[in-house]
């Protein structure tokens, strides 16, 4: 993995997204990734695994901070791979994955943060949103019928809903953070060819067409508005304290690569360590100590 001097995973970190077009990030690129392609990744990824272990166990044993890591992309982008494949050395212990799928009555009748509220993680653990209250500006901005179901009282919805939920989700996200939970998240930027692709790999192949839905053909349909959508999620919800990562998708390794970089960067960020046990515990652990030895 990169070092902290030139992390991989900052040249795609937004902080602050004004004037951020979605244009400017190619989903294929590889760039800054180290010479050798694929098998280095791999050899870098194992590497890079293994210090979130370490990192991970600290936060764990420290019991101070959470970090909160959220994953949006369009289908096909390799979301559940990258969560398997970046978190495969992390203790489950101290960390816990939710998937946001259609929200349910009861969520309907609550505010629409309400659902991601009951799944924040504890402090010392990692929690990972496999989908998120950003579809709250996504999916329902692209089909609004989403938002009548929501029985929110009419005179609340008006033109400027979407700058609302914008403006809620920061200081959301600025609120958490002031409560040491460190917001990252990521949007798995994948190309129209290369979803193609991968739907017609589901379908052609029996062992892969479980992950195939009829419904993310409707969605393609879609495509420009959701990447306005995303576009304008990015450059209204990107602050220094929960920024937004436009990670390259079309590549599978390269994806992991980078989400693991700067999962990495924001746990070293926090200075984490041990805690340090007090002399009277000391003295209590050297007791216990003797004891085990005279029995």
């Known amino acids: 993995m990169a070092d902290s001097r030139h992390r991989l995973s ?9 004037g951020f077009e979605l244009k400017h990030v190619d989903p294929g690129s590889t760039d800054h990734a180290e010479p050798g392609g694929k098998q280095v990744a791999a050899a870098a990824l194992a590497q890079g695994v293994e210090r979130m272990a370490e990192l991970q166990d600290k936060l764990y044993a420290q019991d101070r901070w959470a970090l909160l890591l959220i994953f949006q992309a369009m289908d096909a982008a ?26 349910s009555a009861i969520d309907l009748d609550h505010d629409y943060l309400w659902r991601a ?8 653990r990692i929690g990972i949103f496999n989908r998120s209250y950003y579809e709250e500006t996504l999916v329902v901005r692209v089909h609004p019928e989403m938002l009548a179901r929501q029985t929110i009282p009419p005179e609340l919805v008006g033109e400027d809903i979407w700058q609302q939920r914008y403006r809620d989700i920061r200081h959301y996200e600025d609120y958490l ?10 949007f798995l930027h994948v190309s129209k060819k290369e979803q193609k692709r991968r739907f ?43 920024p937004w990562y ?29 805690p340090t046990v007090s002399e009277e515990a000391r003295r209590a652990l050297a007791e216990a100590h003797q004891q085990l030895l005279e029995e």
């Open 200 to 242: 017609l790999e589901r379908l052609d192949n029996p062992e892969k067409n479980w992950k195939f839905s009829a419904a993310d053909i409707r969605e393609r349909a879609h495509w420009e508005a959701y990447m306005d959508s995303y576009e304008q999620m990015i450059r209204h919800t990107s602050t220094e304290r929960a």
């Open 117 to 124: 509220n009951q799944c924040l993680p504890e402090r010392g």
């Open 10 to 18: 900052r040249q795609f970190r937004v902080s602050n997204g004004d």
């Open 246 to 274: 436009v990670v390259p998708a079309d590549h599978k390794w390269f994806t992991r690569l980078v989400v693991a970089d700067a999962v990495i960067d924001a746990l070293e960020s926090l200075n984490l360590a041990y």
């Open 177 to 186: 953070g002031r409560n040491g939970v460190v917001v990252r998240k990521f």
């Open 78 to 103: 390799g979301k559940d791979g990258t969560i398997k494949h970046v978190m495969s050395g992390v203790n489950p212990q101290g960390c816990q994955v939710s998937s946001f799928k259609a929200p």
